[in-house]
């Protein structure tokens, strides 16, 4: 079967399936650095916990809403 | 037992129409919302004592860890009263919606309606639907662009984004134009992503092992509730606060 034999179905699927596949490798990484930063500073002053978890949180938020673009843009290929 | 079971709609469903106005299956959750926040403020505001019992104790704590949180984070306890009811609305109104998702009767409760072949639920979860996270953003949006614009004068909080006094200035203006109007996007689309994808995955897993196995991504997903009401309501203040900032002259 060729490539232009899947139809439209199959070509949403996989759309879908790429979209949040390579959308989620970017937040991945700055999340894995906000938190292991945030970890290294309270490790190093824990007196200041609470002020970087509220700093952490918002990082954390507008990182996480890159992958979060993804995955509504892989749901609307499917299902809109 | 197929993948063909699992019924996913991005939109709300209309459950009946008033004039031609359409009343969503969300439209009534929300409303459902308001009711548990409204007849709850009642019932407690009827309750308050100067003398306070162990509950009350316990709210005004968390009233008082909130507001002197808000009043750290803005420099100001006049401001942190002035945003306080504002920025608490938000998050009980996002966090109460979010609580009651998984309640039985949501989502669970059908209706058939004619030449529709799926069963349209007649509660659906508030937050699953982009009409009520856009609203909530376009909330959040307008108060920190009015806050800025009455706190920091008009000419003064304008000369961020438009700024005629070197090239370079006004390019970083138009820049700060463009990610002011990407947080309405970011607003909305963060909250209803993450609970619209909790739906999504209680939805496949309940397809998959019906027992057991949903009741703690349920409650992970009641955590996620949280943090994203929280999330939501923390970024409004934070991005007011930007906003009353004056900008720093090197």
Known sequence: ?80 | MSMKEIEISIAAEPIFHIGSFPVTNTLLMSWIVMAILIVFALVVNRRLKLHPGKIQNAFEMVVEYIWDFMAEMLESKKLAKRFFPLIATLFLFIWVANMIEFTPGIGSVVIHEEGHSAAIPLLRSMNTDLNVTVALAIVAFLVIEVSGFLLLGFFKYGSKFINFGSPMKFFIGLIEMVSELGRLLSFSFRLFGNIFAGEVLIVVIAAFVPFFLPIPFMAFELFVGTIQAAIFALLTLSFIKIAITPVEHH
């Open chain 1, 1 to 80: 079967m060729e490539f232009k034999d899947l139809g439209i179905e199959a070509a949403k699927l996989l759309g879908m399936g790429i979209a949040i596949g390579f959308g989620a490798i970017g937040p991945g990484i700055g999340l894995g650095l906000i938190f292991s930063k945030a970890i290294e500073a309270v490790g190093r002053n824990p007196e200041a916990s609470g002020k970087v978890q509220g700093i952490m949180y918002i990082g954390m938020a507008l990182t996480e809403a890159l992958a979060i673009f993804a995955l509504v843009i892989a749901f609307m290929i499917r299902y809109a």
